[in-house]
């Protein structure tokens, strides 16, 4: 364990200060470390990062961007005033990004101090907190800023992994973390598309800009009410869709296969073929709507 009398303690970054413009980002970064207060200070500490005042000043641009980072290590302190969350401390000032992270450490604490599962303290006009996740009991009560609640088995879930990866490869499974995800040092993410569609039928087009090495890419697809997913592997990413039921929902996905960290699925999308032909169809009417106006 890490103690400090110190005020600002982070596993990656103790305290960030800025008033112009820019923007801090911290991507791909863990802790497994335990930190905690020696002293009679109060403790600002963070799994990542521990106190920011990114963009504290009224005329500042600065933001605060963190993605794709999670903690395992315990965080204890005692002091009034104390300021614990799983990701981040204490945040404050005008904007901040928190996405697609995680933490299971567990958060030790008095009853006088600020707690939270991913951030104890937030004071931003402009956040977005999102696809974070604390474990449940990791910390005891008082506050949770926007983190979700979950269990040991759903962290440890597959589904939750592609969750968590929210179109990327940024994330994998491994037994070493308890079998929690950790990161693959691969960066990309995956776009999908629906071209030339009709009730009938439909193709999709997938594509990933990615320094990971490809073997194998192609799409799963299925009816909405079906179990498993019908495999398809493709040279081009594209994929046609034939003999669809106008009425039926459908789902898909793209997938690559790796040579260093296996398999990659992207997040699963739906299609309604009748439906998003209506819509197109719509659209279309509008446009000729707004046009025949603009030459009146």
Known sequence: MLMTVATNVGGIVGMVHGTGDGILSINSSFNTGALGSMG?????????IGASGIGSNKYSNSHLEITNCYNTGEIRAFEENSFLGGIAGRVVGLSSTITNSYNVGEIVSSNKT?????IAYLNNNYSDISNCYYLENSVSNRINYSGIQTTNSILRRVDFLETLNDNSIAWEKDKNNNG?????????????????LSPVKATISASINTNATIITKGFQYRKIIDSKFTTQSTDTFLMDLNDLEPNSQYEFRAFIGTSEHGTFFSTIESLNPLQLQQQQIRRQILLTERFLCQEK
Not at 114 to 118: D, L, M
Not at 180 to 196: A, Q, V
């Open 40 to 48: 009679s200070t109060s403790l600002w500490g963070g799994g990542i």
């Open 114 to 118: 600020y707690i939270g599962g991913i």
């Open 180 to 196: 929690f995800p950790i990161l693959t040092g691969l960066s990309g993410k995956f776009k999908l598309e629906i071209k030339d």
